[in-house]
């Protein structure tokens, strides 16, 4: 027997599913690279903060648009090696390195 | 307004989904405590609060802390004995929340945070026994939410949906009797 409450909820949804099931479906499925990822862009992170950077200071010194520096930075990036050499070439960051730093298992 | 349902085939999480928007505001919540650009601008804007209420100085730790509780109360909302009952997870808002028994404004954190307490909030309605609706979340480091814009924000959308909920009639006197019948 459904409530007055539930009853009000399903006559006033949005017509779509929810994505936050799945959502958190793919995060746990792609844990592995996504931690990588995750961490080369905390590498990142930690290299505009000691040098006071903005997404378009570290744009400009990548020779790249503020719009792929934010892609970087979202940590959902499969980084390419030509990718991690530009950064690691440009920035100094050791994306190995950081990328290597994960708890595996 | 409209809801959704979280999880399909179970009646007692939902979450407001404004049409304007990709998504309802829980799955936005947990996309954005995943986006690293997103947390960074966070903590670069609030860095103050984070230095002050949590010593906390680099802005990747922060985003680090953030990431990992997430998970964790990702895990809280989908896994049971949760998922089953949610009054174990949610919490009543504040002391006004605790004097009165329909459509409360509630709270969930990562209570078992090992570390600095958990930082993350998601706010809801709660409807009946068991029964809540998602209006939002957020990084919460300050003390009360009036102190900062984006939970004061957060603030204003438990309101606003508690009101639109009455308005709308979903609570009223059969069912504060029903609900104190249960007890």
Redesign the interface.
């Known amino acids: 027997m459904k409530t007055k409450a539930i009853k009000f909820l399903e006559s006033h949804q949005s017509g779509e599913q929810s994505t936050f099931e799945a959502d958190a479906q793919w995060r746990k499925e792609n844990e592995s690279w996504l931690k990588r990822s995750r961490n080369v862009a905390l590498a990142i992170v930690d290299y505009m903060q000691d040098n006071a950077l903005s997404r378009n200071d570290v744009a400009q010194r990548l020779n790249v648009s503020p719009q792929y520096v934010s892609k970087i930075l979202s940590g959902k990036v499969n980084f390419s090696f030509k990718s991690i050499a530009e950064i690691e070439e440009k920035l100094g960051v050791d994306c190995f390195r950081a990328a290597a730093a994960v708890d595996v298992g | 307004?409209?809801?959704?349902?979280?999880?399909?085939g179970k009646?007692h999480l939902?979450?407001v989904?404004n049409?304007e928007k990709p998504?309802?505001e829980?799955?936005l919540l947990?996309?954005s405590w995943?986006?690293?650009?997103f947390l960074?601008d966070f903590f670069?804007e609030n860095l103050d609060d984070l230095k002050q209420f949590f010593h906390i100085q680099?802005?990747?730790d922060a985003?680090?802390d953030t990431?990992d509780d997430a998970?964790e109360l990702?895990r809280l909302i989908?896994d049971i004995p949760y998922t089953e009952n949610l009054d174990e997870l949610f919490t009543p808002l504040g002391s006004a929340d605790l004097t009165i028994r329909e459509l409360t404004r509630e709270k969930a954190r990562n209570w078992d945070r090992i570390g600095h307490a958990s930082w993350l909030r998601v706010y809801a309605i709660r409807?009946?026994k068991n029964?809540f609706?998602v209006t939002g979340g957020a990084i919460k480091l300050t003390r009360s939410m009036q102190e900062r814009p984006h939970t004061q924000e957060q603030l204003d959308k438990l309101n606003s949906c508690r009101q639109y909920?009455l308005d709308?009639g979903?609570?009223?006197a059969?069912?504060f009797i029903s609900l104190i019948e249960e007890d």
């Open positions: 307004m409209v809801f959704e349902r979280i999880l399909e009646d939902w979450a989904r049409m998504k309802n829980l799955a947990f996309d995943n986006d690293i650009g960074m670069m680099r802005i990747s985003i680090d990431m998970e990702q989908l409807l009946e029964v609706v909920l709308n979903v609570f009223d059969d069912s």
